[in-house]
């Protein structure tokens, strides 16, 4: 579960431009704005990350105007810009919330203040009736670069074979043979759906014969799930502009041990059944980038990759990954972020 409101330290505070009110605050890899003067170096702070839903209580009543959101009722912090500067999460002093005093850097705190993740609304084509499923693998799921200070990816990648891979922005899908029943599932993100022929995954599994697919491997040892970014109209506005609903694969896994496969192999086994691998942006044998390296790299236009995309479209951003993908992680394009 994604550690949407902790307990963190400020590590760093500097003026903006042209703001009397305001200030910049830096907190692992993220900058948000605050009051001026409400923090010091090194001050302990409650740290909410965007995406997240804030229930309504008195607490975050000021955030009314600015992030209040009518369909989850809701605050839902997004990125935003003031003054030039860019905003993402929110800072509050560990006093707003006296039953916080005491607890360490880095305590999870999302459940006990009632904080959920913002989850973009189902699209009407990838509706569908779930029936009852236990994962045999990972759920997809990616941790974000500015949580660098906790996660020491880049500390434990640099100097090791990577790859970049571009974050496509759809719907998580999954495509697997349940090992306990041999049962053929089509998932999203958090569930197996029944069979439905207007379901865009179901669409998918059918015109590609995954099933099938993944049969051939299974019936020579070959345990194998799939996983991907379905890319469709409907889903997302369609940045890619596509005219039917499609399968970009990022992770193939074995089932028996729950680990993805590495990226040579991968490649191989998505070209046999005939699909589609997210572009590979850059493969290279001495991971060297920072935090901000990686920032500016996720950001560019789809169309660069897809020449249906349209032309002002923001790309989400990347996908970092040693070459098995025992380290993977994401950096999201700000312009995109401000964008949506």
């Known amino acids: 579960m994604r550690k949407l409101a902790s307990i963190q330290k400020i ?10 009110n305001i200030e910049t605050v830096g907190i692992l890899g993220w900058e948000c704005v605050s009051k001026k003067g409400e923090f010091q170096p090194d001050d302990m702070c409650l740290y909410i990350e965007i995406d997240s839903l804030l229930p309504e209580i008195p607490e975050f009543e000021f955030l009314r105007k600015s992030c209040w959101n009518e369909s989850f009722k809701k605050f839902r912090l997004k990125t935003i810009k003031l003054k030039k500067q860019i905003s993402q999460g929110l800072a509050l002093p560990i006093s707003v919330f006296p039953k916080l005093a005491g607890l360490n850097v880095g305590t999870d705190v999302t459940e006990l203040l009632g904080i959920e993740k913002y989850e973009p609304p189902i699209p009407a084509t990838i509706v569908g ?5 236990s994962w045999p693998i990972s759920k997809t799921d990616e941790v974000r670069v500015q949580l660098d200070d906790e996660y020491k990816f880049i500390e434990t990648l640099t100097g090791r074979p990577y790859y970049i891979s571009l974050k496509l922005d759809g719907t998580s899908s999954t495509f697997l043979i349940d090992p306990s029943d041999e ?4 998932c999203g ?3 197996s759906y029944k069979r439905n022929d207007d379901h865009s995954f179901w669409k998918i599994a059918d015109r590609y014969n995954i099933e099938q697919g993944l049969r051939g491997f299974w019936n020579s040892g070959r345990k194998i799930a799939l ?4 890319v469709a109209p409907g889903v997302q506005k369609n940045p890619l502009n596509l005219p039917i609903a499609d399968l970009y694969v990022f992770n193939v896994v074995d089932i028996s041990t729950n680990t993805r496969l590495c990226l ?3 490649l191989e086994i998505v070209d046999r059944l005939g699909l589609k691998f997210v ?3 850059e493969k290279g044998e001495s991971f060297d980038y920072t935090v901000d390296d990686l920032l500016e790299l996720a950001q560019g236009k789809y169309i660069t990759h897809f020449s249906s995309a349209k ?6 951003g990347i996908v970092i990954r040693d070459l098995c993908g025992t380290i993977s992680f994401k950096a999201i394009s700000n312009r995109f972020l401000l964008k949506e």
């Not at 590590?11 to 009397?20: L, V």
């Not at 009736?129 to 499923?133: G, L, P, T």
């Open 11 to 20: 590590k760093y505070i500097k003026p903006i431009e042209g703001a009397d």
């Open 129 to 133: 009736d779930a029936r009852s499923f």
């Open 183 to 186: 049962t053929f599932h089509v």
């Open 189 to 191: 993100r958090n569930y």
């Open 227 to 230: 996983q991907g970014e379905v």
């Open 264 to 266: 040579s192999e991968s």
């Open 279 to 281: 572009p590979v942006l």
């Open 311 to 316: 032309s002002s479209q923001e790309r989400e």
